[in-house]
């Protein structure tokens, strides 16, 4: 049995991350500093003077766009994978658990008012292995003495049936994130908890939402009045293209939430 209380957790997302802390049975999220939001974007810039940006001060101004070949998202869909991203300004490799270490200890420094070394993560229901290893060693990196590794789906069943007055009982737990889809069937049974059966696909979620309203909206849209054959045809524009769309078609996307209609700007570096 682990010799550390645990009251901490962290969801370590592919497109957002959060920290929690569970106190006198309540449980509180941890704001970030700059922007006072619940989440994170799990987004990594290394800037020419070798700083280290993380979160919304590298989502808001944009280093995304401008600097893509030092700023890095969705290196979560690549953890436990021989895959390296590659900094000309820091002139160093990064793994992805590197960039994730860097999320981490961004969150960790949200809290102010007392020192933790251990924490619970949250990892899709598909993780297995050398995803596992590689989430832990990002804990790790980011000083983090214990960590314990909880699937999503059942880290949402647990604060379901908190809540929930009837404890018995079967539910199907679905989470579309922004890399992962995951599902669990969970079943409770005298107020005792079991996963019956976890499934998911690792590369399936919100940013590819994002890719198909590119691809299938908006690149078919300039493409009829605007002269970009030559953008299309030269792989690197067209790619730099593409993924300046993607960053706009999140907000579009978001848009649609809670609007039935929304507009998008399409002048931009084409």
């Not at 300039?222 to 999140?250: C, G, H, W």
């Amino acid at each position: 049995m682990s010799q550390f209380r645990i009251n901490y957790g962290i969801d370590l997302g592919t497109t957002n991350s959060a920290i929690c802390r569970l106190k006198d049975g309540n449980i509180f999220i941890f704001k970030s500093d700059r922007y006072q939001k619940d989440t994170t974007p799990s987004c990594v810039h290394f800037s020419p003077k070798k700083q280290i940006f993380v979160g919304d001060r590298v989502y808001l101004p944009i280093p995304l766009l401008t600097d893509p070949t030092n700023t890095y998202t969705e290196f979560k869909r690549n953890m436990g994978k021989d895959y390296m991203y590659f900094s000309n300004n820091m002139n160093e490799h990064y793994s992805p658990e590197m960039l994730s270490a860097e999320i981490l200890k961004t969150l960790k420094n949200y809290v102010k008012d007392e020192e933790f070394n251990a924490v619970v993560i949250t990892v899709p229901a598909k993780f297995y292995g050398v995803q596992y290893d590689a989430t832990k060693r990002s804990a790790e990196m980011a000083g983090f003495q214990y960590c314990e590794l909880l699937q999503e789906p059942i880290a949402a069943s647990l604060a379901y049936a908190v809540d929930y007055k009837t404890k018995d009982g079967y539910w199907l737990v679905f989470d579309f994130g922004g890399g992962t889809f995951d599902a669990a069937l969970m079943s409770s049974n005298e107020g005792i908890m079991k996963v019956e059966d976890t499934e998911g696909d690792n590369h399936l979620g919100g940013k590819n939402l994002d890719l198909a309203i590119v691809d299938e909206i908006l690149l078919p849209y300039i493409s009829d009045r605007y002269s970009v054959s030559k953008t299309l045809s030269d792989n690197s524009k067209y790619a730099f293209l593409r993924n300046y769309l993607k960053f706009y078609a999140e907000f579009n996307k978001i848009d649609l939430s809670t609007a039935n209609t929304t507009e998008f700007n399409t002048e931009g570096p084409i």
